[in-house]
């Protein structure tokens, strides 16, 4: 391998290309990792992180709603939204310094600027040419926008981040999680928030119940939702947008944030002229252990458009390293990964659907409850918790978990344990419930709602 630079060179420092770049160095490994904007990439400067921070923020208009049910009173209430994210920006920023640090002290070189690839071993950054025995294609990817007339005026989640002022009406436009969560985010802090999404329910991909719950719930906190609904156009006149929908009906907002999806980002990294595959959608191809169409070059994350989640970069980081430089072949295990989405009430959700389960095993058993949380029994709050559990029948494996609630991401992550540990209904029934909690419910439904 000495005859190369490095050993492996990552394009991209967001949650896969750091990991993988730490790992493969604490194997021994010379590494590099290339970076052309941000340390951490998305989810540490325009995901993950500053958006559950924003949905903290915004998650407070309610509580003080909810402290008079107990017994307080809360004076006058200001919200300054410059200093939200000038506080955002200082934690972001410490983060970034974090990174740095961990990239540092594990001996992996950084280097700032747009790489770019050469030949199947070199990568040109900043006019200076790299060579490397494997090179990471880890690039993240970048927010879409449709070609309408007046797009321009419109913003995407990277920009919301940044806004100069909270905007008085918004709307948000997909039907994704990040779509729903910026909803809430600025309805909860304030905005008249419209969410319009083309297809008939949001959150494709996710348990029919939990969709339709928490669409319920959030139009019961005055979201303006509208499916099967889209902007044909926008215009700007003085300082408000004007959208007008594909039925004719229009919109006025400050604010209009597109959230429709994510595509590979692989622009100009010279990924066709060394013959990468790629997919229809411009993700690269991988094989189970994340091997490019190009043997020497490997990619990981969201550029091959597989699970975009942090963790699933995070760990298929450290599979590659394993792969490459521990002689131990690691391909990902995508199985039973949890997620969750910071709406407001949140969904936490692991394991199969209703659907996908009915598809995959025929005969399932269902178990669903639906209740007021005892402390909602004080805030005359209408919220409805959501539980549910999926089982296939013949083994009596539960093979999906799903919830709208509060903390419902907190609570899921201990029952994916239990899902990827393969547990069936009656190992759930064996184990006592933490009382009084929400979570209990999980372990104490015994009836069945649905058969097939
Ligand atoms: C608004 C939002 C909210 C999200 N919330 C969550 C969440 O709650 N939970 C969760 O698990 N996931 C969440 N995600 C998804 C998560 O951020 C991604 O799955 C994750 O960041 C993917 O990691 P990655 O390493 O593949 O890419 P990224 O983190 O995107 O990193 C890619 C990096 O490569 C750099 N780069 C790109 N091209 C080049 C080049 N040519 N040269 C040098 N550098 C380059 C980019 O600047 C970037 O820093 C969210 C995403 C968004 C947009």
Redesign the pocket.
């Known amino acids: 391998m000495a005859q190369y630079d490095f050993d492996l060179f990552s394009?991209?420092?967001?949650?896969?290309?750091v990991r993988a770049s730490r790992m493969s160095a604490s194997y021994g490994a010379r590494v590099a990792v290339?970076?052309?904007?941000?340390?951490?990439?998305?989810?540490v400067?325009?995901?993950?992180i500053p958006?559950?921070l924003l949905v903290y923020a915004s998650g407070f208009a309610e509580e003080f709603e909810a402290a008079a049910g107990f017994g307080w009173s809360v004076g006058e209430r200001t919200f300054d939204w410059a200093r939200l994210l000038e506080n955002k920006d200082r934690e972001i920023a410490r983060l970034n310094a974090v990174y740095a640090r961990l990239l540092d002290e594990a001996g992996v070189q950084r280097l700032e600027?747009?790489?770019?690839i050469v030949d199947p071993h070199t990568v040109e950054?900043g006019g200076r040419s790299f060579t490397a025995a494997n090179l990471l294609v880890?690039?993240?990817?970048w927010?879409t926008l449709p070609k309408i007339p007046g797009i321009e005026h419109a913003i995407s989640?990277n920009e919301a981040f940044h806004l100069k002022e909270l905007p008085r009406r918004v709307v948000v436009v997909g039907g994704g999680?990040?779509a729903v969560?910026f909803a809430g985010i600025f309805n909860g802090l304030g905005s008249r928030t419209t969410e319009l999404y083309r297809g008939e329910l949001f959150l494709r991909g996710f348990d029919d119940d939990v969709r339709r719950t928490l669409a319920d719930e959030m139009r019961k906190k005055g979201i303006d939702l509208r499916f099967g609904a889209d902007i044909a156009r926008i215009e700007k006149r003085g300082g408000v947008l004007r959208a007008r929908l594909d039925d004719g009906a229009e919109l006025e907002a400050e604010q209009i944030l597109y959230?429709i999806g994510?595509a590979p980002?692989i622009a100009?990294?010279g990924l066709e002229q060394v013959g990468v595959a790629l997919d229809g959608a411009g993700a690269v191809v991988v094989d189970a252990y994340m091997r490019t169409s190009v043997p020497s070059i490997w990619a990981?994350?969201?550029?091959t458009n597989r699970l975009?989640?942090?963790?699933?970069?995070i760990h298929e980081?450290m599979a590659i390293a394993a792969t490459l430089f521990a002689g131990r072949p690691t391909a990902p295990d995508h199985s039973d990964v949890p997620?969750?989405v910071?709406s407001q009430p949140p969904v936490g959700t692991v394991g199969l659907t209703e659907s996908a389960a009915r598809e995959r095993f025929g005969a399932l058993d269902v178990y669903r409850t639906s209740f007021r949380s005892l402390r909602n029994t004080l805030t005359g709050s209408e919220e409805k918790t959501l539980m549910k559990l999926v089982v296939d029948r013949a083994s009596q494996r539960v093979v999906g978990a799903h919830m709208v609630g509060p903390e419902a991401g907190e609570i899921i992550q201990g029952i994916a344990i239990a899902v990827k540990c393969h547990a069936t209904k009656a190992m759930f029934d064996a184990t006592l419930g933490i009382h009084p909690t929400a979570a209990e419910e999980f372990v104490t439904m015994r009836t069945p709602v649905a058969t097939s």
Request: proline letters at 4%; charged letters at 20%.
């Open positions: 394009i991209g420092a967001g949650s896969g290309g290339a970076e052309e904007r941000y340390l951490g990439g998305t989810c400067n325009v995901g993950c958006k559950k600027g747009r790489a770019r950054i880890a690039t993240g990817g927010p989640s999680y990040i969560e959230a994510r980002n100009g990294l990981i994350g969201d550029v975009n989640l942090t963790p699933v970069a980081g997620t969750a910071f």
